[in-house]
């Protein structure tokens, strides 16, 4: 899904997500709102959260009069907030609401066994980050209480309820009703179009007088073309998943989004469609155009790339801005601007470009089912504010009054002109509380910080996307229908494994998958289509 990029690109740059910003100031009334809220069915302190989420002059101890030591599971938040670290930001939010927040250690390359062991053997956290909010795991841990349900009244959490009771969130509530998860938002629409893509050597094709392809023949003779006459990799991979939607999902639109098949619900990798990306990626991996590296384990596709090894990468391209440190690290004498560019897609069979789509959201905060009340409603207060006007200020600028100032719709940024600057060194826990309620889609410069490269290249990804969304068409994908459908167990079988093993051999692909399904069918996938057909007969 989305990749460490996504979450730094934020932190040394200091930027606002004002598409974020804006999302919230258009539902809400400023920072005082929630003292109108109402009560959670589960006690007074969900009230309580609520108004101390909105007042920060408040002395905590009045509002919450115990105080409670939190353990909450995120990428890399023993090195954000450990023992003795200076953080005034964080004494803030911990002071704001009378917590103390113990650290429980994760990564980007083992956070989904990490939870799956602690599940399993009872050592969950209290809130812990997943992406696992659907599906066959996700049950189980309802079924089994190992996960514990949001209030059914989320009314005294203002910022997070309007996200919770959005179709695409409400539809995937599990079997008993309830919603089980806090959303991680991406953005207030569906279409991302610059979250999938290729970065791809434009000096290079300048210096071989390459254009860019309008179709997937042309497209693998320009990456072949760079790799026979650089001598590098014409294309890299850290996984053959992001692979299907960065290079085609203009054929196929994902293997997990439902299509509806001659009348018939089924889900994306049953379709012929997808047979035929299966198809093309092995004719990509067959002709030495895909990295013949892309299936080993904890391979560095971004090195390759930034040390000039790999013509081109699969990858999440809204994410250029955090990976300057690392391009500049590798080419000191190349500005990534005049080296590097996002590849237009390839149309689709008719002409169209259709916008890679996903959930307004991606991952979320689930609950220990032995969390208990008090505590789970002062997490929830936390993340409310996090997704506050108040709160996303203060995680992308820092303190007000120390760091900043307000000046109208904008802000005065009151270390311009300080050199090497940085707010992430200065406060090291933004680097959990920027990403721990919002998942800001891309960052976006604002006045007052001056014309660094990180805004250049801001620039040139804020124009990309604009063209996209005013010349591309929507992915086509029934969003609540796929909600519900997400929310069902299919059968649990390893589908990216299966379609590694057919790219890189020589089986019969639509043979293999027909025999993958049928296999499936038993084991809950059968239902599960009968499920989706009979809610959504008419819908298309």
């Not at 989320?154 to 309007?162: D, Q, V, W, Y």
Request: hydrophobic share 35%.
């Amino acid at each position: 899904m989305m990749t460490k990029k996504a979450l730094t690109v934020g932190l040394s740059t200091m930027l606002l997500a004002s598409g974020i910003l804006a999302g919230c100031g258009s539902n809400n009334n400023g920072g005082n709102e929630g003292s109108n809220a109402g009560t959670s069915n589960t006690g007074n302190n969900a009230s309580q959260s609520n108004n101390a989420a909105s007042n920060g002059s408040e002395v905590a101890g009045d509002l919450y009069k115990d105080h409670l030591e939190v353990s909450i599971a995120y990428f890399d938040i023993a090195s954000a907030i450990k023992d003795g670290q200076q953080d005034d930001l964080l004494k803030m939010i911990q002071d704001k609401f009378n917590i103390t927040i113990k650290p429980v250690n994760e990564s980007w390359s083992d956070y989904s066994d990490r939870t799956k062991l602690w599940a399993a053997s009872g050592q969950l956290p209290d809130a812990f980050f997943t992406d696992a909010t659907s599906g066959d795991l996700f049950n189980q841990w309802v079924d089994q209480g190992i996960i514990k349900p949001l209030p059914d009244d989320m009314s005294a959490f203002p910022n997070l309820k309007k996200y919770v009771d959005l179709p695409d969130v409400q539809g995937a509530k599990a079997a008993d009703g309830k919603s089980y998860f806090v959303p991680r938002m991406l953005a207030n629409r569906n279409e991302l179009p610059n979250d999938r893509g290729i970065l791809i050597r434009k000096d290079w094709m300048d210096e071989l007088g390459l254009k860019d392809p309008t179709t997937y023949d042309e497209l693998k003779n320009v990456l072949k073309t760079i790799g026979e006459k650089k001598k590098v990799i014409p294309l890299t991979s850290n996984n053959i998943g992001w692979t299907h939607d960065s290079v085609f999902h203009n054929i196929a639109p994902a293997s997990g989004w439902w299509q509806k098949v001659d009348g018939k619900w089924v889900p994306g990798w049953m379709t012929d469609q997808y047979a035929q990306v299966i198809e093309m990626e092995r004719d990509f991996f067959k002709s030495g155009i895909l990295d013949k590296d892309f299936a080993v384990p904890n391979m560095d596709a971004d090195g390759k790339f930034n040390q000039g090894k790999a013509a081109a990468i699969v990858t999440t391209v809204k994410t250029m801005t955090g990976a300057l440190p690392g391009w500049n690290a590798a080419n000191p004498d190349k500005k990534m601007l005049d080296t590097v560019k996002i590849l237009p897609n390839v149309p689709a069979a008719d002409g169209k470009n259709y916008l890679y789509g996903y959930f307004d959201y991606w991952s979320g905060t689930l609950f220990n089912g032995e969390t208990s009340d008090e505590k789970q409603e002062r997490i929830l207060a936390l993340l409310d504010w996090l997704a506050s006007p108040e709160g996303q200020k203060t995680v992308f600028y820092g303190l007000e009054g120390i760091d900043w100032e307000p000046n109208g719709d904008k802000i005065i940024n009151k270390h311009e002109g300080e050199k090497d600057f940085d707010l992430a060194k200065k406060y090291p826990s933004t680097a959990v509380f920027n990403g721990l309620s919002i998942w800001t889609d891309g960052v976006r410069y604002i006045d007052g910080y001056g014309s660094s490269e990180t805004e250049q290249v801001q620039q040139y990804l804020d124009g990309v996307e604009k063209q996209a969304l005013e010349t591309g068409e929507k992915a086509p994908v029934n969003w609540v229908v796929n909600s519900y459908a997400s929310s069902l167990s299919t059968g649990g079988g390893d589908l990216d494994g299966l379609v590694t093993k057919l790219v890189m051999g020589n089986d019969d692909i639509r043979a293999a998958l027909k025999q993958f399904a049928d296999e499936q069918m038993g084991l809950g996938l059968q239902d599960a289509i009968d499920k989706v057909n009979e809610k959504f007969p008419d819908e298309n």
